[in-house]
């Protein structure tokens, strides 16, 4: 979302904010389509709220609605939060398998982008704004030709897809066209695990992990946590078998430092021919057939033999995980490894990615066959064969591996349509744009990733016109533009097999009410073929290049698909703490090599490159050496005054090989002596011979600190009569994964302050994710860190206005009208959590404010700001409670931090209750609390590491 400020020439610069005319347009036409749709106008279908809320809505009272957003094409289960009429918030559904109550910070920054101004909102014709009865009367001459040819210059080109309705509508367009071909596109996908399934079971397959089954994990740079359709579920199910006895171990070999090493108890750093090496000896040792038989001589083959001892031991309940960067070879070497280990229909079950989808109510069809991939649609573009095009929410132009050439294919077909949120580079590329509706304003259905079904439930009309993808199918199948209401309504009462009007509708107001779909239990799970399983191996990896790229996804944006976004652009990374950039990760001794420190831009080639790409560096401890790591998504050209001209674009290097997107390229680096500043958070990630976090081994009995012994002090005791509020975070749970600090700042209104005024140190997240390294700068662990809310608070015997003071229950509350920026609390606060808003930062815009949670003010310029507990939240559920006559109980208080969280991480409640949770937590011999010596008594305390050093496998370089 774009930032408006008084535009000076820094904060302009910074936020990427317009002068004169252009801004003052920008805002009529924001003005005009927000009066034109209205903010609070609900979908004309009937929507239904979220089981648990009751049908009368009191001004001021939350409405929450179960809807689903997509995640790779799959469902994610969410509650969204409506204040009269406007989407405001969202969280997880706790019926949802994929998310169980928790939400990461892509799903809740989708609030931002449905509000994003700057999104599509006119279909275009090449570069001139056109109508939508323009369209289909063009689009109806076109497909007549189409019929005419039995569709032989058909193509459609979508993402991934889950949704029941979405897959029968392609069915019918290809029943109808028989000629045509169906192509997916998935740029954050894996295209050597999608190779390997298909060899091994015939078909598109996926694993579906149970890690609460699991003893011992080995993740080879899978990021099982990261931001995916499995990962809330992978790192709840994972963290529930370590809470276990046994406790689940795993290990972690990695090229760069991801989420699975940080949990890790042995983690490695391996490039990836180095990780396929070992899958080779682990293969060997089990005895799996045509495995590489040598053993490597060293320490590698040491540790190798006790972690396949450690595999051995846990059968059944163990998981050998590849992830992206390895080859379609190290995936069946996996595949294989797992069913020796018996893992197979225990902690990893092969399921069919698609379901045959039942066909509409108006006529019979074929299942939509299997789709093709992207290299073969470029092929028939480049021989001349393809038609007409439609692309469905895919940018191919900008995010397809630049060996493929996507846009000169793409100039030679006749009418190529494009649909998507932004008009992008792929929009500027085709025939048409149309504006497409986002999720939250469009019905539909979709899968998770387990197969469970449910609805996709609009919340509000479209903002800004665009249309769903249903409406835009089904013109082409039948000419007709039904709603897509109408259209998911008919695919699942064909599916139920309802007749009764009645009991249709009752099944369908359920399922909208729960965010789930009850239906009878498909079996999807797929043999393994025996011979495909003992077929030889395609040949190992050759002699390692002296530097290999690693193209990865990005941590926050994961493609360019939400890069307009700043909440995630200005969220910093897991380990770098860099915002609003990408950058190539390399690792200390190979950034020793070429002579280079943090900021120094280098070309990298490649033999299918070779006028190369220019990248700032960032050294990154714990990186393997002799890889440099590439996230994807950034150097945009069009989609957005966010998205755009940030970072490098390192699409450009990759190339394709047997039609696959290869995630890995041998380089050559060639430094240019030019420099390039990063904004970062974080500058000091050594622990500087303090403890701010801290470990104790398996067994410990005896607590970190001595905590509660309270030391003498000049303060006053506090006496409470009824709650005293605190918090505590395990860190043995806390994965790094930035969920908090995204709910932090949606529920509390924190403005972007854009790079230039984060480079500066004045960034306004009121959660921060610390990142610490151990002596050796390898090992790493997150801390979050937000106001500790001192019992003996140095802040506020500083304020000159006592703009910062304690209330009755335990809280360090900021008075905004009182705060006179004197700033005298800031320099008190030993952690440093209060921030100041130099300038006003907050957006102004009408959608902002349309967004704004209500119960929290928004700050003006020259006051300072901080974690308040979500104050809003105990006040909500106090009233509830007395509305109920009864006392508050523990759990009624939940705040937002602590709701996304889902490892469970976080705990809050009431200190002066004994009974409750974070009583409990406080309890445990593992609480700690940070810069105890001070005798701030801080009400957030810690729960430090746990360190099983009987897990460990010798070599540990972190």
Known sequence: MRRLVAPTASTAAAIGVDGGRRRVLKLMAASAALAGSGCGQPPPEKIRPYVNMPEGMAPGDPVFYASTLLRHGCGMGVLVETESGR?????????????????????????????????SRTVMRGGQPSTWTTLLDSLATQMGQEAAARGRGLR????????????????????????????????????????????????????????????????????????????????????????????????????????????????????????????????????????????????????VSRLCTQLSAAHGASAVIPGHSLSPRAHLLAWRINTRLGNLGRTIHPIAQRLPPAPLADGTHDAAPAPEGLGALVQAMHDGDVQTLLMLDVNPVYDSPGAL???????????????????????????????????????SDARSFDGTASLVQPVIAPLYGGRSAHEVLDMLAHMRTRSAHELV??????????????????????????????????????????????????EGPGPEPQLIAVFANDHNIVSCNQANNAWLQELPRPYTKITWDNAALIGPATAGRHGLRNGDVVSLSSADKPDGLLAPVWVVPGQAEGVITLPLGYGRRQGGSVAQGRGFDAHALQDVRNGMSLRSAAVQLRSTGQRYAFAVTQHEMGLAGREPVRSVSLHARDGTDAADAAP????????????????????DACIGCNACAIACQ???????????????????????????????????????????????????????????????????????????????????????????????????????????????????????????????????????????????????VVTACEATCPTQAIVFGDTADPHSRVSRAKASARNYTVLAELNTRPRTSYLARIHDKEAGLGEDDG
């Not at 006592?802 to 606060?829: I, K, P, W």
């Open 712 to 731: 003498p002090s000049l303060y006053p005791p506090r006496q409470y009569d009824g709650p005293a509020w605190g918090m505590t975070v395990d860190l």
């Open 87 to 119: 989407p405001i918030k969202i969280e997880g559904n706790p019926a949802h398998p994929a998310s169980l109550g928790a939400a990461d910070a892509q799903s809740q920054a989708a609030i931002l982008t449905l509000w994003d101004p700057e999104r």
């Open 405 to 443: 050439d996507f846009a000169r294919g793409l100039s030679r077909v006749a009418c190529s349509i494009h649909m998507g949120l932004y008009r992008d580079e792929t929009a500027h590329a085709s025939s048409w744009h149309i504006p497409m509706a986002h999720e939250l304003e469009a019905w």
């Open 156 to 303: 459609l080109l979508s993402g991934p897809v889950s949704s029941p309705t979405l897959l029968a509508q392609i069915g019918e367009i290809l029943a109808r066209f028989p000629e045509a071909r169906w192509h997916v596109h998935d740029p954050a996908g894996c295209d050597a695990a999608n190779h390997a399934a298909r060899q091994l079971f015939g078909g598109p397959v996926q694993p579906l992990y149970r890690l609460e089954h699991a003893h011992t994990v080995l993740s080879l740079d899978a990021e099982l946590f990261g931001p995916s359709a499995d990962g809330l579920r992978n790192a709840h199910d994972f963290m529930n078998a370590r809470r276990g006895e046994p406790r689940a171990r795993m290990y972690a070999l990695e090229s760069t430092p991801g989420l699975c090493g940080a949990v890790a108890d042995t983690r490695i750093a391996l490039s990836p021919a180095g990780m396929e090496a070992v899958l080779d000896m682990i293969a060997s040792q089990l005895g799996v057939s045509d495995a590489m038989a040598e053993q490597r001589p060293g320490p590698q083959a040491a540790w």
């Open 489 to 538: 309504r008919a695919q699942w009462r064909n599916t139920w097999n309802m007749n009764d009007a009645e009991e249709f509708e009752r099944r369908w107001e359920e399922a909208l009410r729960r965010g789930v779909i009850e239906e009878a239990q498909v079996h999807r799970l797929v043999p393994i073929d025996e011979k495909a399983l003992k077929a030889r191996l395609p």
């Open 746 to 892: 949606a529920e509390n209104n924190i403005p972007s302050v854009g790079p230039e005024e984060v480079a500066r140190g004045r960034e306004m997240h009121w959660m921060r994710i610390d990142v610490y390294h151990d002596d050796s700068g390898g090992r790493a662990q997150f801390q979050p860190m937000a106001c500790q809310h001192c019992e003996n608070a140095p802040c506020e015997i500083v304020c000159p206005v006592g703009a910062t003071m304690h209330d009755s229950e335990g809280l360090n509350v900021q008075v905004y009208n009182r705060c006179v920026g004197t700033r005298f609390c800031s320099n008190n606060c030993p952690y440093k959590v209060r921030r100041f808003n130099f300038f006003d930062y907050a957006d102004h815009d009408p959608s902002a404010a349309a967004r704004a949670n209500p119960d929290v003010t928004v700050r003006q310029r020259g006051v300072m700001e901080k974690c308040t507990y979500c104050v809003q939240r105990i006040s909500h559920a106090r009233i509830e409670a007395q509305k109920q006559g009864r006392p508050l109980r523990d759990g009624d």
